[in-house]
């Protein structure tokens, strides 16, 4: 995809996420900080701090080597992370997993029964498995697939964020 797809569809993602009753109703969400060919949904943190709602970002633990939710209020609150990806500055509190409402979740792929396909190590797995709110996988149309393989530690999401629908896991219903 081009730059100016990845920005339209992250654009269009976006207002299509401001639109569901996961969103609206979500009191704490978990974000991630996109990669350069990652859908883009950063700007709505920002927005969640405006409306009031608790944003958290993942922050890699490097000695215990998983991923934690940590509180952020504003932009300085963000650091370079361990794999060069943005994350929660060490000054930000930590999130109680299980007390997330709402948490969005990068992947190399989808399929419709919610099987994730991330980039090897596992981590956000972990992260994932301690979680107890709606875990929504968040990707452009052209990577969901047909069936993603899974091992044993692997953690399906609830439903999938393209900019072009919303996808149920649980009952595979698609809303166009």
């Known amino acids: 995809m081009s730059r100016k797809e990845r920005l339209k569809g992250s654009d269009r993602a976006r207002a299509l996420l401001e639109d ?9 969400v978990l974000f991630y900080a996109p990669l ?5 949904i950063w700007d709505l943190a920002m927005t969640a ?3 009031g709602k608790q944003v958290g970002l993942p922050r890699f633990d490097v000695d215990r080597k998983v991923y934690s939710a940590c ?15 943005r994350e929660a500055a060490d000054r930000c509190a930590p999130l109680e997993l299980n007390r997330l409402d709402l ?5 190399l792929a989808f ?9 090897g190590k596992g981590y956000y797995d972990q992260l994932l498995a301690a979680v107890r709110g709606k875990t929504c996988g968040v990707a452009f149309d052209e990577q969901i697939e047909r069936e993603i393989p899974v091992e044993p530690h692997d953690v399906f999401v609830d439903c999938i964020l393209t900019p072009s629908r919303w996808i149920s896991c649980s009952r595979r219903a698609v809303m166009e």
Do not use: M, N, Y
């Open 20 to 28: 569901q009753p996961e969103w609206i109703v979500a009191r704490s």
């Open 36 to 40: 350069p060919t990652e859908v883009d």
């Open 49 to 51: 701090l405006r409306l």
């Open 71 to 85: 509180r952020i209020r504003d932009p300085a609150d963000i650091k370079p992370g361990q794999f060069g990806i």
């Open 103 to 107: 948490i969005l979740v990068p992947g």
């Open 111 to 119: 399929d419709l029964q919610g099987r994730r396909l991330g980039r």
